[in-house]
């Protein structure tokens, strides 16, 4: 295999490319977004048949599933004569179409798996055409689940239990992300959007042959920073800038539900209520004086370290103990002047103590062509691992925005741009190239110390 971590990452069409793939959609309004789902899955190159549930056609038609298939879609456990789905399966085997479907399939994905769903496949109760396929999957065909609900639904403890249970014993699943609710509310429960769907199916079908999984950080320490500095001019004024620390919130939440332990810094930013529910206490910090004294203090615990904050990257050379007043700073002109010196760069400090198999992820907030040339450079000169580029330019990303659109460039591999996304699922994609760069560099580790024995 080939030492580099695209073997893990490789792009959604060499993952995809001639596999046949069973698009399960049930009865959650997210169904709407099947279509993009099926068309994706096609554009790379997958064969995608398409089984539906009666209430999944309360969202989305038959016919539209099987325009974006290209197939006739199946709704029915027993097909009516005459129908496209009879034709399609042929008198002979239109009784056991499931078992023919699942044993031709590559892997199964059932988008959206709506909370019913989930807890009929714990149960083992298969009365419809989508758990009937699901269920007659033959051992190590993965079965890949997205459950998307409201979130009072998606919070029962029961739901909660059944997909505890459904990934104990092998199901894969794509967990939903916090976002606007078909119910109008705001929380969990939101179906990521097709593109990290598709990514993330990709990530569990394509996993390299030695059993490796990317997708999980179990056993690793990760640091996270996040949120603004703030650089004290007096007692009450300050060089501060917009970031939100949404991205770092989301990236904290992410971490420790794919297993990592992890310490977030946070600068000066509202409170995420998520955060504490989740048993994250951030580690607040105001200047970038504080935030690297912090970043170092927890540096030797860590294996991954992702730098998301907006460190100022100038602070007042000095600071007033009292409130300036005007009359004493201004000249006659009524021009005031600040003297500004850099402030630390945490990155550089980390560059210097980095130690091997310490994995060190940078981002940069970048506008116009140079950005990524920009990027490489800055990747090159602190010795990062990998850098997020957020390009300033296209709409919704960055700065206190929901959502975010990113290129990931790592040392070894291509860069990997995504497209527009929630911040959530933004964090998932991010976490998981983390992951599998750190599991390439730990079976590599392993490698190279067994052919020195
Ligand atoms: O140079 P630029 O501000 O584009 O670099 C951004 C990256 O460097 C971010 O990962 C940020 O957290 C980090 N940074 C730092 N120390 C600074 C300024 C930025 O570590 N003083």
């Given at each position: 295999?080939?030492?580099?971590?695209?073997?893990?990452?490789?792009?959604?069409?060499?993952?995809?490319?001639?596999?046949?793939?069973?698009?399960?959609?049930?009865?959650?309004?997210?169904?709407?977004?099947?279509?993009?789902?099926?068309?994706?899955?096609?554009?790379?190159?997958?064969?995608?048949?398409?089984?539906?549930?009666?209430?999944?056609?309360?969202?989305?038609?038959?016919?539209?599933?099987?325009?974006?298939?290209?197939k006739a879609a199946i709704s029915?456990?027993?097909?009516?004569?005459?129908?496209?789905?009879?034709?399609?399966?042929?008198?002979?085997?239109?009784?056991?179409?499931?078992?023919?479907?699942?044993?031709?399939?590559?892997?199964?994905?059932?988008?959206?798996?709506?909370?019913?769903?989930?807890g009929m496949l714990r149960a083992g109760i298969y009365d419809n055409a989508v758990l009937l396929a699901a269920a007659s999957l033959p051992k190590g065909t993965p079965l890949i689940i997205v459950p998307a609900m409201d979130e009072d639904m998606w919070l029962q403890p029961a739901v909660q239990e059944n997909i505890a249970w459904l990934k104990e014993h092998g199901t894969f699943a794509i967990e939903p992300v916090v976002g606007k609710l078909a119910s109008g509310l705001t929380g969990m429960g939101r179906m990521p959007e097709p593109e990290a769907i598709v990514r993330r199916f990709c990530g569990t079908i394509g996993q390299p042959?030695?059993?490796?999984?990317?997708?999980?950080?179990?056993?690793?320490?990760?640091?996270?920073?996040?949120?603004?500095?703030?650089?004290?001019?007096?007692a009450v004024r300050f060089i501060g800038n917009r970031s939100s620390g949404k991205m770092a919130a989301a990236l904290a939440l992410e971490a420790k539900r794919m297993g990592a332990e992890v310490t977030l810094i946070?600068?000066?930013?509202?409170?995420?209520?998520?955060?504490?529910?989740?048993?994250?206490?951030?580690l607040r910090v105001e200047t970038a004086e504080e935030m690297k004294h912090a970043v170092l203090e927890h540096l030797p615990k860590n294996d991954i370290v992702v730098m998301n904050a907006a460190v100022a990257d100038f602070m007042p050379?000095?600071?007033?103990?009292?409130?300036?007043?005007?009359?004493?700073?201004?000249?006659?002109?009524?021009?005031?002047?600040?003297?500004?010196?850099?402030?630390?760069?945490?990155?550089a400090s980390i560059a210097r103590l980095k130690k091997e198999g310490h994995i060190v992820v940078g981002f940069a907030l970048e506008k116009g062509k140079g950005s990524e040339a920009y990027a490489l450079g800055k990747m090159k000169e602190k010795k990062l691992d990998m850098i997020v580029l957020n390009n300033i330019e296209d709409e919704g990303a960055g700065f206190g925005h929901d959502t975010n659109k990113v290129t990931i460039f790592?040392?070894?591999?291509?860069?990997?741009?995504?497209?527009?996304?929630?911040?959530?699922?933004?964090?998932?994609?991010?976490?998981e190239r983390i992951a599998a760069v750190s599991?390439?560099?730990?079976s590599l580790a392993v490698r190279r110390s067994q052919k020195r024995m």
């Open positions: 295999m080939k030492e580099s971590t695209d073997a893990v990452w490789q792009p959604v069409e060499e993952i995809l490319n001639g596999k046949s793939v069973v698009l399960g959609v049930t009865g959650s309004i997210a169904a709407i977004k099947a279509p993009a789902i099926a068309a994706l899955l096609r554009d790379a190159g997958a064969e995608v048949t398409c089984v539906m549930t009666e209430s999944a056609e309360q969202f989305v038609s038959r016919q539209v599933m099987e325009k974006a298939t290209g029915q456990i027993f097909a009516q004569t005459g129908t496209a789905q009879q034709q399609a399966s042929g008198p002979r085997e239109e009784l056991t179409w499931h078992v023919h479907l699942a044993r031709g399939a590559d892997a199964m994905l059932i988008a959206p798996c709506s909370a019913s769903a989930v042959p030695d059993g490796r999984r990317p997708g999980t950080l179990d056993g690793k320490n990760v640091l996270i920073t996040g949120g603004p500095t703030y650089e004290p001019i007096d946070l600068g000066p930013t509202v409170r995420f209520p998520l955060l504490e529910s989740a048993g994250i206490l951030p050379e000095a600071k007033a103990e009292k409130k300036l007043k005007k009359r004493d700073i201004a000249d006659q002109f009524g021009r005031a002047t600040l003297r500004l010196k850099r402030t630390p760069d945490i990155l790592t040392k070894e591999g291509k860069p990997e741009p995504l497209p527009l996304m929630t911040k959530e699922e933004c964090a998932v994609l991010i976490l599991g390439e560099r730990s």
